[in-house]
């Protein structure tokens, strides 16, 4: 495979008759050898030896999905499972990269918003959504599809405490892709309230909503926004709460919820990062995440829709980041590529928090130190598939890490 110039090989071997040119591979054989490539890039490559390789290519469809590539902090991407680090053009004055799965949403200095796809590289203006970012809030996470571009940002309150409150901004368009015709609201969080995650399900915008109850705990909402008009899809039918606080608990966790869109499924991960005691310092417990749950939400069009816990994926993966969420087919595990079923892969988001003591430095040094792919059958953990999750490229940056799903 060793071919340049746009050949495969030349003219036929004059003494070996029974030899077969590059170029004359049967498509059959070149599908066999593209679906056990297990990058992206392989994929590329591959393509690019020569036309024939290249038409071949292109017709061979479906091919098998591949793992993601991961955005680190420092703006490189880590392709998986064969650990090549890739830059991408992204302009030095963008000031937010966020991943809206295939594409990247970039908000550069002068509040211009901008879609980069990686593969080809090529830029698309999205200039109704350049209002959103006058005060500097904190992009969180963007949702597009043909008619509507929604945001999800955090934005300081002007008030003597300075608090935190999360908004969700929706530009619709009359048209698909028409930004001559816009339409832009706004949905703030109520008050004790926090918005965890947004989706896209079957044409509307889901919002996760938790809020703190003193008798329950941690409860969750699932609000609908559609046209930006606020509907109730599952109210708070199930309370998950913690215990009390203990500094000497060995069970003490954090959780963050993502909201994830699986086949026709809509599923809340729960994700618990368990923290060690205050006491004693030297427990040996570290900051790591040990659990998953996973919930459909169901019966979501009776008005009175339930949060009902699952076992399985059906045959499918889960990525999950706060700036990205997404499930994938499982892939072909006896030939090693694409995704593991029933696996949840999450990346290390500790490094967006805004005050980090001296002993997470580390953490925020290195983002695969509480990454790693949870399996829900024997509820392990084990590191992402990468040869180089020690790369100098995944150090500390702006950015927050997260999935970005290149489309082959």
Known sequence: MAASGGSCGGE??????????????????????????????????????????????????????????????????????DGAVHRLPVADDASSRVSTGSALFLVHGDNKCCLMNPSPVMTTPVPEAGDWFRENPTVRKVLMSDHLVAALVD?????????????????????????????TTEWTAPEDSF?????????????????QD???????????????????AIPGTRFHGHESFNAYATD????????VVSGDRLLMVERRIYQPPMFPVDSGIEKRTRLFKVFAATELSSGCGLWTEVDTLMGRALFVS????????????????????????FVNEDHTDTDISESE?????????DSGVYNMADQTVTPLPSKAVAAPAAGDGPWSPTWLFLET
């Not at 969420?325 to 029933?342: H, M, N």
């Open 12 to 81: 036929k071997n004059s003494m070996r008759p029974d030899l077969v040119p590059w170029p004359d591979l049967q498509p059959e054989m070149l599908g066999v050898v593209l679906s056990r490539l297990p990058s992206h890039a392989d994929r590329v490559r591959l393509a690019a030896v020569c036309r024939p390789w290249r038409s071949s290519a292109r017709l061979l469809r479906p091919l098998p999905t591949l793992l993601p590539w991961l955005a680190l902090c420092d703006g490189t991407f880590l392709s998986l499972p």
């Open 155 to 183: 934005s300081k309150k002007l008030s003597i405490n300075s608090s935190t409150t999360t908004k969700v901004i929706i530009s619709i368009r009359g048209q698909p892709w028409d930004t001559t015709s816009c339409s």
């Open 195 to 211: 918005v965890s995650d947004i989706a896209l399900f079957k044409g509307k915008l889901y919002v996760l909503l938790d809020t």
């Open 214 to 232: 003193e008798e329950y705990g941690q409860q969750h909402e699932l609000r609908v926004l559609d046209d930006g008009r606020e509907q109730t």
């Open 252 to 259: 003490m966790y954090v959780q963050r919820n993502y909201l």
């Open 322 to 345: 706060e700036g990205c969420s997404q499930s994938l087919s499982a892939g072909d595990q006896s030939s090693g590529v694409g995704a593991r079923e029933d696996c949840i892969y």
């Open 361 to 369: 430095e580390e953490i925020c040094e290195n983002p695969f130190l």
